[in-house]
């Protein structure tokens, strides 16, 4: 089992730049895919990025359309820890950002492959 506590999150002008982190527990966190999802007011809970070790020091990435370019998902697994980068915010980028544990071994978009969840952090951006 995996424990997730996110951080980061505040409030930005549009274009600015924010990192967000998720420190995770666990002796086996890195064999966890990771994953970030957002959720803004009365939306469903969607795909942001993420992560999965794909071996020693190599890593694969999978991003939302919508963050392309932009957001850049990393992480330590000395430390625990998966990162957003998240450069170039737009409104529509304001939501609730949660970090997402999974074991399928694939990076899913879908919400319900995930298994263990933080309690997230929220980003607004402002106009």
């Known amino acids: 089992q995996v424990q997730l506590v996110e951080s980061g999150g505040g409030l930005v002008q549009a274009g600015g730049s924010l990192r967000l982190s998720c420190a995770g527990s666990?002796?086996?966190?890195?064999?966890?895919?990771m994953g970030w999802f957002r959720q803004a007011p009365g939306e469903e809970r969607e795909f942001v990025a993420g992560?999965?070790?794909?071996?020693?020091?190599?890593?694969?990435?999978d991003y939302a359309d919508s963050v392309k370019g932009r957001f850049t998902i990393s992480r330590d697994n000395a430390k625990n820890t998966v990162y957003l980068q998240m450069n170039s915010l737009r409104p529509e980028d304001t939501a609730v950002y949660y970090c997402?544990?999974?074991?399928?071994?694939?990076?899913?978009?879908?919400?319900?492959?995930?298994?263990?969840w933080g309690q997230g952090t929220q980003v607004t951006v402002s106009s």
């Open positions: 666990g002796r086996t966190f890195s064999s966890y895919v």
């Open positions: 997402a544990a999974g074991l399928r071994g694939a990076v899913f978009t879908t919400a319900s492959a995930y298994d263990y």
């Open positions: 992560i999965r070790r794909i071996g020693v020091g190599t890593t694969y990435a």
